[in-house]
């Protein structure tokens, strides 16, 4: 079946750093993938909307500047959360749906379980 | 607006109980698709099935079956013989672009624990 990786799984770091989130769909073409995020027992809120070759589309009150995406190839989108903070402490988790094909679910990663002290 | 309610928070069953997941939601749309997943703890979703509007057919597969009533705007997913490696969170979605399954908005989420 369809599968998507997504690297890293975990990540530790310091206030202040940047951190990227690598999407991949390995053996199907995405023209679209998503970006959602899970605070602790809570449910996955889309944060964006990443489509290939063009800007990604931002869910309302999620800032661009903060999470910057790229989707340069039909395979691969990333997530870049810039000058994280504790607050950004998350599990990130992507989406990818099959290119060219009507009535296709999404398929998700496994997840980056993100820890900013 | 489109909405997912899963009422309860948690259950919490013995090995070999029958368990049903709650899901109601809310929607404008004649045409949308409804879902389930699976994150255990390991934090994976995993996909269960996807029904759309169309479809009220209740479906089976193995231990696990969905009822799907329009009427109620519900779409409940019950475990049978329910197994300790059935805990996890289970979420329902919904997706109101018919064509591009896009922008799934889940629900919050119960969580399962089954007890030896």
């Known amino acids: 079946g369809a599968v998507v990786s997504q690297h890293p799984s975990r990540v530790i770091c310091k206030s202040g750093t940047s951190v990227k989130i690598e999407c991949r769909s390995l053996?199907?073409?995405?023209?679209?993938m998503f970006w959602y995020r899970q605070f602790p027992k809570q449910s996955l809120m889309l944060m964006a909307t990443s489509n290939e070759g063009s800007k990604a589309t931002y869910e309302q009150g999620v800032e661009k500047d903060k999470f910057l995406i790229n989707h340069a190839s039909l395979t691969l989108s990333t997530l870049t959360v810039t000058s994280a903070h504790p607050e950004d402490s998350s599990f990130y988790i992507c989406?990818?749906?099959?290119?060219?094909?009507?009535?296709?679910?999404?398929?998700f990663g496994d997840g980056t379980r993100l820890s900013i002290l | 607006a489109q909405k997912v309610t899963q009422a309860q928070t948690e259950i919490s069953v013995v090995e070999k109980e029958d368990v049903t997941l709650d899901c109601v939601y809310e929607?404008?749309?004649?045409?949308?698709?409804l879902f389930w997943y699976k994150q255990p703890p390991s934090g994976e979703l995993v996909f269960l099935i996807r029904r759309n509007s169309f479809d009220e057919q209740n479906e089976i597969s193995g231990r696990y079956s969905w009822n799907f009533q329009k009427s109620t705007s519900s779409f409940n997913f019950t475990i049978t013989a329910s197994q300790v490696v059935d805990s996890a969170v289970y979420f329902c979605?919904?997706?109101?672009?018919?064509?591009?399954?896009?922008?799934?908005?889940f629900g919050t989420g119960t969580r399962l624990q089954v007890f030896p």
């Open positions: 053996d199907f073409q995405a023209t679209t």
């Open positions: 929607t404008r749309d004649t045409t949308y698709y």
């Open positions: 979605a919904l997706s109101e672009d018919y064509y591009n399954t896009d922008k799934l908005i």
């Open positions: 989406s990818a749906r099959m290119a060219g094909v009507s009535n296709q679910p999404q398929h």
